[in-house]
């Protein structure tokens, strides 16, 4: 959970008004990285290899896919 919330406060910095600026991705891993180090491994891995999404929603759909 709290994973969660701090790839979720994370991402409200990269979110403004609908619009999704650049280095969203790379913030997210970053996040995911303070975490646990085996995490930071599997993170990379995904990035780097295009695997790692990141939707962005409003109340009722997805607006906006990353990868």
């Known amino acids: 959970m709290a994973i969660n919330q701090s790839v979720k406060d994370a991402a409200k910095g990269f979110i403004k008004s609908g619009e999704v600026k650049h280095g969203l991705l790379n913030s ?40």
């Open 28 to 67: 997210v891993e970053i996040v995911i990285r303070a975490y646990d180090p085996c995490v930071k491994c599997a993170a990379r891995n995904l990035t780097n290899k295009g695997f790692l999404t990141v939707e962005v929603r409003d109340e009722e759909e997805i607006v906006k896919k990353l990868s």
